[in-house]
């Protein structure tokens, strides 16, 4: 067993918090145990309850961060283990869903040299001559993705995103908990901490202040008017994507798990020169869920998780990463 030192747990939290989390809550936190096991905590105040009503998509988000913890371990050599997963209530405000011990002795993860590269990218993907070969390198790393490339099949999904995110758009509380989320202005004092701010979303000023209304107070007349779902149209984003991807995992299987999977399968996209945005409108959506089960092909053991688009960047990608400090994540 090796020994977590408070010098060593900051470093190691400041890798684990660059996981992946719905809206960017990051409701994981990290507690060092006597005996020097590490506890992942969840604080029980973060959540998106209007976008996730039965915290799936939490947990899936703690499974990243323990995902992180993991390749930040392995950066160093370490690696998870002894890991026990009991919810064991620490306070009215934590609870920890599982705790580890710590090991010597790892071999180099390939995808650890990419936790600082992987961002979501929600702007347009470059127009990519047909280049098969990222998409043969993702299908033979990972056995949950399914590709979809066919520019037709593609087009079909983008007109299908944009009516399944439409659908939750349109309910007031889903609206509500997204701007609470969205930091749209500079000087909004969580702007470089946490949720989605004008940089993570790819909007300009003048987008982000309209973006404020059309979800806002002017959603109603807009919507009325049958303006508001092309306004907030992703469909021209989702169609320039190289394919589209579904994560598909066992059914049953733990949330956790399921979350260190879906940031493994993002850092394999990466790997393979590639950018990536979540669209979890289509995997929420039964209906639309359904459809892409049956043009993937998935059979009935697995579920469909989430779904990305992804492709080659337009632009130079810039790595940027809004998080919480890390004296807020260790408690
Ligand atoms: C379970 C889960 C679901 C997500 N769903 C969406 C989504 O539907 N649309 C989206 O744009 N981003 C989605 N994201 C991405 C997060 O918003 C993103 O990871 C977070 O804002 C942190 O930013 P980064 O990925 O650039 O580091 C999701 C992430 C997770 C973990």
Redesign the pocket.
Known sequence: MSELTPDLLRELVAEAR???????I?PTRWRLLDGGRLALVDDTSVRAPV??PAG???L??HG?ALEGMSLALNRRGLAITAMTTIEQPLSSQFTALCSFAIRQGVAPDPLAGHVTH?????GKFAASPDEPAPLVQLAVARDDLVCIGDRRAIADIAGWADQA?FSFVRGDDYRAELLEWMRLSGDHPQYLLD??NRD??AMNAVEATAARFVLGSLFRPLDRLGFAASLLSDRAKTASAAAIVLFCRPVGEDPLTT?RH??RS?LEIDRAGLVA?????MADHPDFNDRLRKLGRIGTDLRLV?VFRIGRPAKPLKP????LPIDRLIV
């Open positions: 660059l996981a992946p989390s719905i809206h960017n990051q976008a996730d799936h998509d939490v899936v988000s990243a992987r961002m979501s990218w929600r995110e949720g989605l993570a979303l979350g879906f940031y993002w945005c979540p669209i979890s409108a989430n940027r990463h809004f998080r």
